[in-house]
C-alpha cells in the first residue's frame, strides 16, 4: 500500500476537505447514498468495511441496517479505530476494527459477509478482490467507490505535468472507474456501474478552500521524487497566482460505484 500518498490519516483533517469538496462540487447528490440506492441490507447481519478509515461510509448506513448487525472495519491505520467504532455502533451498536495491512488475505472464513464496502480503497489493495468475492455470501453483494483516471488532470497540465507521469494516476490505474468493473467481472458474476460526473469549481472568493485542497492533494498528483514536493509553499504561490489570473478554476473530480454480486470463488 502506497501510504506516502495518502499521509497521515486523520480524520479531522480528512474530513475538512471531504466538506471542501462537497461545498464546490457541481454534482449535488451524495456519493455515499448513490451508491447504496436500491440496495437491500435489512436481512444483513455481518458487514464488512475494507479500507474502513474513520467510516464514512459507515455513517451512511443509518436507516438501511438494523440494530445488532456487525460491522466490521479494516484498515492499516490504527488511529482510526476509535472514530470508526464510535460511528458504527451509533448506528448498530455492534462493531469491530482490525487493524492490518490489506493485502491478498483475509482471516475470514468463505461466505461469512452479507455484504462488503469497498469505498476508495480497491486502488490501493487490487489484489484482494478475488477474496472479497471468497468471504461474501452466494447472495452478497459488493459495494465499490473510486475515482476516474481523469481527475485533476487540468490543474497537472498548468503545472507542467503529465497527467500519467502523477503518482495519482499510477494508484488509480489499479482500480478506476475506467477500468473498475472490468477487474471485478473476473470474480463476480455481475456488476453494475454507477457513473458520478463531477467537477470543482473555485472562484476569487473561495481562495482558502482552494489552497487546503491543492495542499492536501500535493503528494498524490505530483510524480513521486518530484523535487518540487520539497517546495510546497512555491506551488502554493502558483495556485494562487492561477486563481487570481483566471478568476475561476474547474477541476475534473468523477468518480464511480460499482455493485458486484454472485461471487465466484477461485
Known amino acids: 500500500m502506497d501510504t506516502h500518498l495518502v499521509g497521515a490519516y486523520e480524520a479531522d483533517g480528512h474530513e475538512a476537505i471531504a466538506r471542501i469538496i462537497r461545498r464546490h462540487s457541481t454534482n449535488p447528490a451524495d456519493i455515499r447514498q448513490e451508491a447504496l440506492r436500491g440496495i437491500d441490507l435489512s436481512g444483513a447481519t455481518r458487514l464488512l468495511d ?15 441496517i438494523r440494530p445488532g448487525v456487525e460491522v466490521i472495519g479494516v484498515d492499516i491505520y490504527c488511529s482510526d479505530e476509535e472514530v470508526f467504532v464510535a460511528r458504527a455502533r451509533a448506528i448498530t451498536g455492534s462493531a469491530r476494527f ?3 495491512r490489506l493485502d491478498s488475505r483475509l482471516d475470514f472464513p468463505d461466505q461469512y459477509f452479507d455484504a462488503v464496502i469497498a469505498a476508495y480503497s480497491l486502488y490501493f489493495f487490487p ?12 447472495d452478497g453483494v459488493l459495494v465499490s467507490l473510486t475515482h476516474s483516471e481523469s481527475n485533476f488532470q487540468g490543474m497537472l497540465a498548468a503545472m507542467g505535468v503529465s497527467p500519467r507521469q502523477s503518482a495519482m494516476h499510477s494508484l488509480l490505474s ?15 458474476g ?10 470543482l469549481v473555485f472562484r476569487a472568493e473561495d481562495l482558502e478552500d482552494y489552497l487546503a485542497l ?22 502554493l504561490a502558483w495556485a494562487r497566482e492561477l486563481l487570481a489570473r483566471a478568476g475561476c478554476v474547474s477541476i475534473e473530480k468523477d468518480d464511480a460505484v460499482f455493485i458486484a454480486t454472485e461471487p465466484r470463488r477461485s
Request: charge should be positive.
Open 127 to 138: 489484489r484482494l478482490i478475488p477474496e472479497l468475492a471468497r468471504v461474501l455470501k452466494p
Open 98 to 100: 482490525i487493524c492490518r
Open 214 to 235: 491543492v495542499r492536501f492533494k500535493l503528494p498524490s498528483l505530483l510524480p513521486a521524487g518530484d523535487p518540487a514536493l520539497g517546495r510546497p509553499e512555491a506551488l
Open 50 to 64: 475494507v479500507g474502513c478509515g474513520y467510516g464514512a461510509m459507515v455513517e451512511a448506513l443509518a436507516g438501511r
Open 174 to 188: 489499479r482500480f478506476s472507474a475506467e477500468n473498475g468493473a472490468t477487474r471485478l467481472a473476473e470474480h463476480f
Open 190 to 199: 455481475a456488476v453494475e456501474s454507477r457513473p458520478y460526473p463531477n467537477t
